[in-house]
């Protein structure tokens, strides 16, 4: 077994009875949430990438604290902090079991553009996709067993019922099980789950404000304090 399963233009027009001007309103400031960053490390960043506050969260797809975060706190600290270019946000994994692998690979489809939406719906749905593990056959886990990672995946995919649940984000069928056979893709979220225990990441979710781990830091209202 691996170890541990090893983010107007306007113009304004002034005129008088005798005169007009045109003069140009102020540049609109950008809104940082619409560029995404794939690092050398496979992780994914969302916002300005020089901004002067750098928020790394260590995340699980089947940690319900993760899944209250994504729907409750995230939306707040990207707009606050990530669309202003205050802040930005990288998502790195911190994988706990055979079927949070599975998602992790998941989310990674469709590029990076596509990366924070599957998230978003991945954790919405955890529920309903967790609450399915009953359904993991014999043959499924016998992969698992085996190490056949990819082959683990790809039932789990199917039994886990995330099929109807990635294609209500686009993903085809084949899509996903081209996904789910991608070796990078699963040696990068292996690879930050190792980086991120050596690092000392014992829960999920975690966060790094500028490379310093906060292991007492698990909402949006801890996390702000430490911004501030």
């Not at 707040?76 to 802040?87: C, E, F, I, R």
């Not at 790809?154 to 085809?172: D, F, H, K, N, S």
């Amino acid at each position: 077994m691996m170890s541990r399963f090893k983010k107007y233009l306007g113009l304004a027009f002034v005129g008088a009875a005798s005169i007009a001007a045109v003069s140009s309103a102020a540049p609109t400031k950008p809104n940082w949430l619409t560029t995404v960053t794939l690092t050398d490390q496979g992780s994914h960043i969302v916002g300005n990438p020089a901004a002067p506050i750098k928020v790394v969260e260590y995340l699980s797809y089947t940690c319900g604290h993760c899944a209250t975060f994504e729907a409750k706190d995230a939306p707040v600290l990207k707009t606050q902090y990530v669309a202003t270019g205050k802040a930005s946000l990288e998502i790195r994994n911190m994988v706990l079991n055979a079927y949070d692998l599975t998602a992790s690979v998941l989310a990674r489809c469709g590029g990076k553009d596509r990366f924070f939406g599957n998230q978003k719906h991945l954790m919405a749905t955890q529920a309903v996709w967790m609450g399915k593990t009953g359904n993991i056959s014999a043959t499924t886990k016998a992969k698992l067993q085996a190490e056949d990672y990819h082959g683990f995946m790809a039932g789990a995919y199917t039994e886990l019922g995330l099929g109807p649940i990635m294609q209500q984000r686009g993903v085809t069928p084949t899509q996903a099980k081209t996904c789910l056979a991608d070796k990078a893709s699963l040696k990068a979220v292996i690879d930050m789950t190792d980086a991120g225990a050596a690092l000392g990441v014992q829960g999920t979710p975690s966060f790094l404000v500028n490379g310093k781990l906060q292991d007492h830091v698990h909402s949006f209202a801890e996390l702000k304090a430490v911004l501030k």
